[in-house]
């Protein structure tokens, strides 16, 4: 029987993810720390894949690979159940407390594809404004460069969160990582919070 | 009403053969010819007629016997039509000449001893005593074939599962209703039924089986729906554009046949699954 969290969140925040680029290959970031992941609440399974590798995602096809989504900060994930909420017409304030999603906390160490740089854009002929003007659930083009990536064995892609505003500051406060978990190190479940105790605003 | 009702009493657990024949006619409580149509064909349909004819008495019957005992004992309607069966294949069917009296006494018959039965167990308090009710003695009298008993039996059971169905939609007419907030006249839109074909199936009136999946689906995305959002604001969110529906609403959705649609988005939505 788990019982959570192990720590307080500020443990986990004050040590960002880092993410280490190789001139020498534009299309591949190192990156070593700490990921965040909405789950929903009655979750038992939190890095269960399932659903991503049956519904696909931003870099997946429906029922190609698992895909384990994440985000480099707390913000990250708060900006996409902000946008969830909107999207779906779902504020928060109106769903059941047991509907509202708990974060985890995982630890993550891997080379992974590079979509957070223009070079890394670039390399795999996305757009170097990436992701503006993407729709939303528009994902033909990043899931053809995700099928690429994980065939040519990279352990998932690190890439400009679609929900945040914008991309400034360190890259670990804006950025998605999205972990092929049937080829990339295990990431280890670290911590657990419920709603109350990392989400503030609505 | 209470006045009403003992006075039926009266009759109905301690009055003569006749004066109950005479209360069943001037209530109109059966219609007469579907007992003795089944008598000469004692096949399906008729038996199916038989069944109907008493339909008005049987549940005069329940609400008596919950006037008498519903304060003690939970009274359910449709079992009245089960002792239908038994009254067929009793000797008060065909001891006095006209079948639908036959009918008419049998039930009231059983319905005193089931009231009887009730008082001794848990005393009902009855102000109203309970006289024996037999059926004439007939020596040419010939049984119904355990066939043709079986027919009514089925028939009956029909009958009963299919007022227990009626009311099970009121109920889900209701409570979609309810949940999502809707006006009469979105209802009927979303039902694809007139004013008065919704107003009547409100009431009780039997619904067509094809139109059924549509009312359950509509109840279960309901209870779905409300179990996923306050119920409070359940029918502003059902009224809200939504882009994940291309700006357009919920309800609109639903009008327009896409339930099923509707239910895969927000399958995704509830689960939280982060996808990007």
Redesign the interface.
């Known amino acids: 029987m788990n019982s959570w969290p192990r720590s307080d969140l500020a443990t986990y925040t004050a040590r960002p993810a880092t993410f280490e680029f190789d001139q020498t290959s534009p299309g591949a970031v190192a990156l070593t720390g700490i990921l965040y ?4 609440h009655s979750s038992q399974e939190p890095l269960n894949t399932s ?2 590798l049956i ?4 870099w997946n096809r429906p029922g190609s690979f698992p895909v384990l ?3 480099a900060s707390v913000d990250v ?1 708060r900006s ?2 902000e946008w ?1 909420a ?6 928060l304030r ?3 407390t047991d ?1 509202l ?1 708990d974060l985890i906390v995982v630890s993550f160490n891997a080379t992974v594809a590079n979509a957070v740089t223009d070079e890394g854009l670039v390399h795999y002929r996305l757009p170097t404004n990436y992701p503006t003007g993407f729709p ?2 528009e ?1 033909t083009a990043t899931r053809a460069v995700g099928q690429a990536v994980f065939e040519a064995g990279l352990a998932g892609v690190a890439a400009r969160s ?2 945040m505003a914008n991309w400034t500051g360190p890259i670990a406060s804006w950025a ?1 990582v999205a972990i092929f978990t049937g080829q990339a190190p295990e990431p280890a479940l670290v911590d657990r919070f419920r709603y109350d105790e990392w989400y503030s605003g609505d | 009403m209470a006045s009403q009702a003992t006075a039926q009493l009266e009759i109905v657990l301690g009055g003569s053969a006749t004066r109950v024949k005479r209360w069943s006619k001037s209530e109109h409580l059966v219609t007469s010819g579907g007992a003795s149509r089944f008598a000469s064909l004692l096949t399906p349909p008729a038996a199916g007629g038989l069944v109907r004819s008493v339909d008005p008495l049987v549940h005069r019957f329940a609400e008596l016997a919950q006037a008498a005992a519903g304060r003690y004992y939970p009274v359910v309607a449709p079992l009245f039509h089960l002792e239908i069966a038994p009254v067929v294949a009793s000797p008060w069917f065909g001891s006095s000449g006209s079948y639908t009296n036959d009918l008419t006494l049998g039930l009231t018959a059983r319905f005193r001893n089931w009231i009887e039965e009730i008082d001794a167990a848990v005393d009902i308090e009855l102000a109203v005593p309970i006289s024996p009710l037999e059926p004439v003695q007939r020596l040419e009298w010939h049984p119904i074939s355990n066939e043709a008993v079986t027919y009514v039996a089925a028939a009956a059971l029909d009958r009963a599962a299919s007022e227990r169905k009626d009311a099970d939609y009121q109920y889900e007419l209701e409570r979609i209703q309810s949940i999502l907030g809707l006006k009469l006249s979105e209802m009927t839109r979303l039902l694809h039924v007139s004013h008065e074909g919704l107003r009547k199936w409100t009431r009780g009136s039997s619904i067509a089986d094809e139109r059924l999946p549509d009312i359950d689906d509509l109840y279960d995305l309901s209870l779905w729906i409300s ?4 119920p409070e ?1 359940v029918p ?2 059902i009224r ?6 291309a700006n357009q609403r ?1 309800i609109d959705w639903l009008m327009s046949g896409r339930s099923q649609e509707l239910r895969a ?2 399958q ?9």
């Open positions: 992941r909405a789950i929903p659903q991503s519904a696909g995602g931003r989504y994440t985000g994930v996409f159940v969830h909107v999207y779906f017409g779902l504020p109106t769903r059941p509907d999603p939303p659930q994902h679609a929900t998605d | 179990a996923h959002i306050k604001h502003a969110f809200r554009r939504i882009p994940a529906l919920p988005v927000y995704k939505a509830f689960s939280y699954e982060q996808l990007a």
